[in-house]
């Protein structure tokens, strides 16, 4: 359990020196040339605490340059706050959440928390899922698309409204006792399956699935793939299933449905780094609150979100 009277949750100076400990382990870096022997503390008051300049690139810097805290006014002890309750909460924290409990206004709140999860988002894992295990995929559908089709693609008409078509689908691939990645197509057909595998997951991999017709052809380019096939109340066949992958579905719809409530189409890559995240540094992996908040602040570096590449405000999920 996080220790909220922490320092780093209430005061400038611990915080600062907290984030900048995590940056620069062996000694402050120039963020905007790389230098590290010709870098100086800068003081007075006209300043304030925390500034540096560079000898070589003759320019001042924070520990805040070149990362997603970049030109923020909010104290930095209160962005540790707003990232340790992202860490820790399973399925997420509203913005109307963290405008209450910051102290901050609800359109700071939310632009933090999609700051917060553009420092979420990894890369995919070196060389591929399924090096330690088997991998699941599976895909669902989650929400209503802008602009939502009335036909098929060859022209007939829907018997009946909604379905996969006018939603928005969610492609996520599990390495059992490992990491999960999760993707947000434009339509999930064939060939944007088999990219998506062929793009993370090793050939030699064991691949299970459902019986979806999306796997049945991209299955053949891997070491083995075997389906489960629920529409006959096959769930479990020895090893071979789908529950890892559909749980972390589980988790990603309540989390959407009771915390956030609704989502733009175009925010949803965002929440879905947010859940992929947690997942990979889950306990059970030996991560603990502290830890996943640290590893946060630690990849916020090199990555910079401004309240206009977010999009519009409005629409966005709670």
């Not at 979420?120 to 991998?135: F, K, L, N, T």
């Not at 793009?199 to 075997?226: F, I, M, P, W």
């Not at 609704?262 to 947690?278: M, N, P, T």
Request: charged share 25%; net charge positive; hydrophobic share 30%.
């Amino acid at each position: 359990m996080c220790n909220l009277t922490d320092p780093i949750f209430h005061n400038e100076d611990a915080a600062r020196e907290h984030m900048q400990n995590l940056r620069w382990p062996n000694g402050v870096v120039c963020p905007l040339c790389g230098e590290q022997e010709n870098v100086k503390t800068l003081g007075g008051k006209s300043m304030g605490p925390g500034w540096y300049h560079c000898g070589d690139c003759r320019k001042k810097f924070t520990v805040r340059v070149g990362t997603v805290y970049e030109r923020s006014k909010v104290p930095l002890h209160k962005w540790l706050l707003a990232t340790q309750l992202m860490a820790s909460s399973k399925k997420g924290v509203s913005a109307h959440q963290l405008h209450r409990t910051l102290g901050v206004t609800y359109k700071t709140a939310w632009f933090m928390a999609h700051r917060i999860r553009e420092a979420m988002r990894e890369d995919a894992p070196e060389g591929g899922m399924g090096g330690s295990g088997p991998v699941e995929a599976d895909e669902t559908y989650f929400g209503k698309v802008a602009n939502p089709r009335t036909t098929r693609t060859d022209g007939t008409p829907f018997l009946k409204s909604g379905g996969p078509a006018n939603k928005r689908a969610v492609i996520a691939l599990v390495e059992r006792g490992g990491r999960v990645k999760t993707f947000h197509p434009e339509k999930a057909t064939k060939n944007v399956v088999a990219a998506i595998l062929f793009q993370n997951v090793r050939r030699e991999a064991t691949l299970y699935t459902d019986e979806s017709r999306l796997y049945t052809e991209v299955g053949k380019q891997y070491g083995k793939h075997e389906t489960v096939k629920h529409s006959s109340d096959e769930y479990v066949r020895g090893d071979v299933y789908t529950n890892t992958v559909e749980g972390y579905f589980s988790i990603f719809k309540r989390g959407m449905k009771g915390i956030y409530q609704h989502c733009g189409e175009k925010h949803l890559h965002r929440y879905l780094a947010e859940y992929d995240f947690r997942y990979n540094t889950r306990t059970k992996l030996g991560f603990s609150d502290e830890e996943r908040r640290d590893a946060i602040v630690a990849n916020a570096e090199g990555k910079r979100l401004t309240y206009r590449r977010t999009a519009q405000f409005h629409g966005a999920a709670h």
